[in-house]
Each structure stands twice: as structure tokens, then as C-alpha cells.
């Protein structure tokens, strides 16, 4: 059984930062697409980061968060400095073993998802 598990979610104040951590089990993702998708109150998920040959953000992320993986610990992150209440969200972590179909960036493309975590950045 595959399993997605987010950590490292909190409270924090605008301005700092924050390292989510998906630890994957039962699969490889090796050599498949990790991401990380978010959803705020009222709103639709939408995407954040992912990573499969290289890295691909939403520009909302640009230049603020860092998505890595480490392939040993099937394990992927999402570094996020610079942090806005507007980044308040529910994150959730997704994964998939297909091959690429240019569908990296959508829900859609991923086929496990983690339980999300809370990040919640106060003004």
C-alpha cells in the first residue's frame, strides 16, 4: 500500500520560513513526478511545485520556494522562505509513476496523495 506523508506544516509569521517534508512508502517515485499542491479556505487546490527531471513552479512560488527530492529516501521537500498570509493553506504532497504526459502540473497527473498539512502564516 502506497503511502504520502506530509510534515513540518505550522505556524508561522510573515516573512519566515518553512521545510515541508513527503515521505513516500510502498512505491518508488524515482523516476516518477513528486509535487506538492495547496488549498485555502474557500478556494480550489491549486498547483504549487513538482519535480521530476527538473523543477516547475506556480509563479505565485517563484523565486520564494524550492522543491527537492531525495531519490534514497524516496522523500521530497518544499522549502518555503519569504513566506505571505496569502501562502495560508493546506498542502498536500502528490506523487506518480507514470511517465510524463505533461500533466505534472494538474491534479489530475498524480495518482497518491498525502493527508496535507497545515501552514498557516500570520501578519
Known amino acids: 500500500q502506497v503511502q504520502l506523508v506530509e510534515s513540518g506544516g505550522g505556524l508561522v509569521q510573515a516573512g519566515g520560513s518553512l521545510r515541508l517534508s513527503c515521505a513516500a512508502s510502498?512505491?518508488?517515485?524515482?523516476?516518477?513526478?513528486m509535487g506538492w499542491f495547496r488549498q485555502a479556505p474557500g478556494k480550489e487546490r491549486e498547483f504549487v511545485a513538482k519535480?521530476?527531471?527538473?523543477?516547475v513552479y506556480a509563479d505565485s512560488a517563484k523565486g520564494r520556494f524550492t522543491i527537492s527530492r531525495d531519490n534514497a529516501k524516496n522523500t521530497v521537500y518544499l522549502q518555503m522562505n519569504s513566506l505571505k498570509p496569502e501562502d495560508t493553506a493546506v498542502y498536500y504532497c502528490?506523487?506518480?509513476?507514470?511517465?510524463?504526459?505533461?500533466?505534472?502540473?494538474?491534479?489530475?497527473?498524480?495518482?497518491?496523495w498525502g493527508q496535507g498539512t497545515q501552514v498557516t502564516v500570520s501578519s
Open positions: 519535480i521530476r527531471y527538473s523543477a
Open positions: 502528490a506523487a506518480t509513476d507514470r511517465y510524463y504526459t505533461g500533466t505534472d502540473n494538474l491534479m489530475r497527473g498524480y495518482n497518491y
Open positions: 510502498g512505491r518508488t517515485f524515482s523516476t516518477g513526478a
